[in-house]
């Protein structure tokens, strides 16, 4: 049973940047194809970016360009660089692990984290 802790969010202005982490105990993260979503008050949880087990990875057009998903598989951590951010990335981010299904939707990934509030000011 993998768990996933998220960390690294924080307030900043529009055009900042942060780096989420996100801690994953239990198996060997490089086994795993890891997303990232995001659920802002009032919304749907929707996906950001994703990998895959080859290091492919898959964007949401809304952060294409803007940030970037990665991983240290060494340390079981997985990371995503935001940059440029603006107000309408302001969501609580959680990470997650593939368990099968369509690789977008919310429901083909699990053992999600707490999250972590990310909150980007005008």
């Known amino acids: 049973q993998v768990q996933l802790v998220e960390s690294g969010g924080g307030s900043v202005q529009t055009g900042g940047s942060l780096r989420l982490s996100c801690a994953a105990s239990?198996?060997?993260?490089?086994?795993?194809?890891m997303g990232w979503f995001r659920q802002a008050p009032g919304k749907e949880r929707e996906f950001v970016a994703a990998?895959?087990?080859?290091?492919?990875?898959y964007y949401a057009d809304s952060v294409k360009g803007r940030f970037t998903i990665s991983r240290d598989t060494a340390k079981n951590t997985g990371y995503l660089q935001m940059n440029n951010l603006k107000p309408e990335d302001t969501a609580v981010y959680y990470c997650?692990?593939?368990?099968?299904?369509?690789?977008?939707?919310?429901?083909?990934?699990?053992?999600w984290g707490q999250g972590t509030q990310v909150t980007v000011s005008s």
């Open positions: 997650a692990v593939y368990k099968g299904g369509r690789l977008y939707e919310r429901e083909s990934f699990g053992s």
């Open positions: 239990g198996g060997t993260f490089s086994t795993y194809v």
């Open positions: 990998d895959n087990l080859s290091g492919r990875t």
